[in-house]
């Protein structure tokens, strides 16, 4: 094994940048399906987990059927079964669950831990992950890439970019292009039932803000930090189109929190960019994968986590099949994303975000939430979730 802790060169088959569920995940994948590459890899990270990660933290179905198929359990952190979904507009909405017949939701989990977590599986299953490492710059030669960081420099046969919205190794690749950003904003509150006219045990998707050009929702989800009952609240703005809308987003968090009872200057307020999924993008180059915020994901609602596992997977196939035909060109690689369960929900979810957020009335905006739930839920539970389960019956 090599040992990474010396600052000259290093060799692997593999280097993945970013310890988050993408990154990670594509490790406990090739663990499972290409075992010979566990000690040939190496994880790159540039925080120490467990490290702040804004996220609402929604685990849904999907998510937990990858973390099954890879023998993991994650009744093993805190977490908490969010009882409905709500989605509202002028204080009415409709309400569903993850899947039909289901007894919750989804789980609310918070990101600090559940990145933690997954790190130490892929440490269990002896992958090595350096932590605190900041990549500075990524070179794509002819027979390698090259990747160097404040630590020195790292050499791989193929690199998967695992790094986030911002991922430097996307921009590595494609150096000019047309974004495909979101915008959220996120604060962590303690629970005030007693002033809130919202279900404790439930989450929100309030989508009042969209007639004033923000094309998204206020989130309300229930979580665990630190063993005690948070709220974690938020505003999406899917960013589809170009709209001057008629409130900031700090504006509408402000007027978000005074309807529960809340000041937003008594806390903390953060904020991050989030890539969406466009069909027409790159997602690879010669030696190169992108996977998970990096590579895109869900526009509609911004969802997250299920979508980095399963990049995980389809890069742990893409890489299992480069090493053994020796051709990294990853010419495939765009056509399994688009071609999988995951890849067609992600297409509908983006079909969707540019077809609802472009009817931004405020009677559209009833009809969809007041009128037509059970249309909404059919769409969703057929649609847009259930795609793990799906690929893995057609696999």
């Given at each position: ?16 940048v ?12 090739l ?5 010979e ?44 079964d ?57 070179d ?51 629970p ?27 989130w ?14 938020g ?5 589809v ?18 309807r ?5 200057e ?19 180059s ?50 399994l ?59």
């Amino acid at each position: 094994m090599p040992n990474v802790n010396q600052k000259d060169q290093q060799n692997y088959d593999i280097i993945i940048v970013g310890a988050g569920p993408a990154g990670v995940s594509t490790a406990l994948h090739l663990a499972k399906l290409a075992p010979e590459f566990v000690y040939r890899t190496l994880i790159l990270e540039k925080a120490r987990h467990p490290r702040p990660k804004l996220c609402g933290g929604g685990i849904l179905p999907d998510a937990e059927f990858i973390l099954r198929s890879l023998d993991l359990d994650i009744n093993e952190i805190p977490h908490v079964d969010v009882d409905w979904a709500r989605f509202d507009f002028d204080g009415q909405g409709m309400r569903m669950r993850g899947e039909k017949g289901g007894r919750f939701a989804f789980r609310t989990i918070r990101r600090y831990e559940f990145d933690a977590w997954l790190a130490g599986k892929a440490r269990e299953r002896g992958f090595t992950i350096l932590e605190n490492t900041t990549v500075k710059k990524i070179d794509v030669h002819e027979t390698e890439v090259v990747v160097t960081t404040d630590r020195g420099e790292y050499h791989a046969v193929a690199v998967v970019g695992a790094d986030g919205s911002n991922s430097l190794v996307r921009r590595a690749i494609i150096p000019h292009e047309d974004t495909h950003v979101a915008r959220l904003l996120e604060i962590v509150t303690e629970p005030r039932p007693e002033r809130s006219f919202h279900i404790q045990a439930d989450s929100y998707f309030d989508f009042v803000y969209v007639p004033q050009g923000i094309l998204g929702y206020s989130w309300d989800f229930p979580a665990l930090e630190n063993g005690k009952p948070v709220r974690v609240r938020g505003i999406y703005d899917s960013n589809v189109y170009p709209v001057n809308s008629d409130v900031s987003l700090r504006e509408a968090m402000a007027d978000e929190f005074n309807r529960h009872g809340y000041e937003l200057e008594e806390y903390k307020l953060e904020g991050h960019p989030l890539r969406w999924f466009d069909p027409k993008s790159i997602f690879s180059s010669r030696r190169v994968l992108l996977a998970g915020d990096a590579a895109g994901v869900d526009a509609l609602f911004g969802e997250g986590i299920s979508i980095a596992l399963g990049y995980g997977g389809f890069a742990a196939r893409a890489l299992r099949d480069a090493f053994a035909r020796q051709d990294f060109s990853f010419g495939d690689y765009r056509r399994l994303i688009l071609g999988s369960e995951m890849g067609k929900s992600l297409r509908r979810r983006t079909w969707w975000a540019k077809f609802y957020y472009h009817l931004r009335w405020r009677g559209f905006q009833r009809l969809v939430w007041h009128h037509l739930g059970a249309v909404v839920t059919w769409v969703m539970q057929h649609f847009m979730i259930g795609w793990a389960r799906r690929g893995k019956r057609q696999a």
